[in-house]
T-cell receptor, first 110, second 112 residues
Framework: NAGVTQTPKFRILKIGQSMTLQCTQDMNHNYMYWYRQDPGMGLKLIYY???????DKGEVPNGYNVSRSTTEDFPLRLELAAPSQTSVYFC?????????FGPGTRLTVT | DAKTTQPNSMESNEEEPVHLPCNHS???????IHWYRQLPSQGPEYVIHGLTSNVNNRMASLAIAEDRKSSTLILHRATLRDAAVYYC?????????????FGQGTRLTINP
């Protein structure tokens, strides 16, 4: 199993640009999550999904959108990127109590 | 959400035991205590969790106070690879999505 994979690993965006962060898991987990981590801080939940077709907001959803058309994929869309979205983004999935995290995407908005 | 309090940083020596404390005085009877750790430049990884009784697994032990207002993660014999940020997180006993709330954690440094 590859576990949770994320692409790209790094990205630099200009203010106002858009992009999609990809997340795929091959463990057939129902639950998937997107977190962001600012320097020196803990992770904050952006969006989560309990299954294909079902998503819900987390703690910091503004400026982001998600979709979940399949069990495996949970892309995160940034529209009109802002410097405040400079962060490391982690995707995770779970079946029950244990969340499995991907390696992260480091995003810089300048 | 019930909050946890952890020291910002701790230091220990290789091959010695490490006790990482966590206070959660407002824990409810339906909260599990979870520990995750984050190695440098990686995503967090699950370490252990418990409800009332002490728990052991291959990575660590979790000691839970009788009143559940505090807990301690124990690494029995630290290695350099255990240098990480350790997060103590409370999670309600509910079915469904487990929305973890991460604090700032404890940064553990291991000296060779």
């Amino acid at each position: 199993n590859a576990g949770v994979t994320q692409t790209p690993k790094f990205r630099i965006l200009k203010i106002g640009q858009s992009m999609t962060l990809q997340c795929t898991q091959d463990m057939n987990h129902n639950y998937m999550y997107w977190y962001r981590q600012d320097p020196g801080m803990g992770l904050k939940l952006i969006y989560y999904s309990v299954g294909a077709g079902i998503t819900d907001k987390g703690e910091v959803p503004n400026g982001y959108n998600v979709s979940r058309s399949t069990t495996e994929d949970f892309p995160l869309r940034l529209e009109l990127a802002a410097p405040s979205q400079t962060s490391v983004y982690f995707c995770a999935s779970s079946f029950s109590y244990e969340q499995y995290f991907g390696p992260g995407t480091r995003l810089t908005v300048t | 959400d019930a909050k946890t309090t952890q020291p910002n940083s701790m230091e220990s020596n290789e091959e010695e035991p490490v006790h990482l404390p966590c206070n959660h005085s407002t824990i409810s009877g339906t909260d599990y205590i979870h520990w995750y750790r984050q190695l440098p430049s990686q995503g967090p990884e699950y370490v252990i969790h418990g409800l009332t009784s002490n728990v052991n697994n291959r990575m660590a032990s979790l000691a839970i106070a009788e009143d559940r207002k505090s807990s301690t993660l124990i690494l029995h014999r630290a290695t350099l690879r255990d240098a990480a940020v350790y997060y103590c997180i409370l999670r309600p006993i509910i079915q469904g999505a487990q929305k973890l709330v991460f604090g700032q954690g404890t940064r553990l440094t291991i000296n060779p």
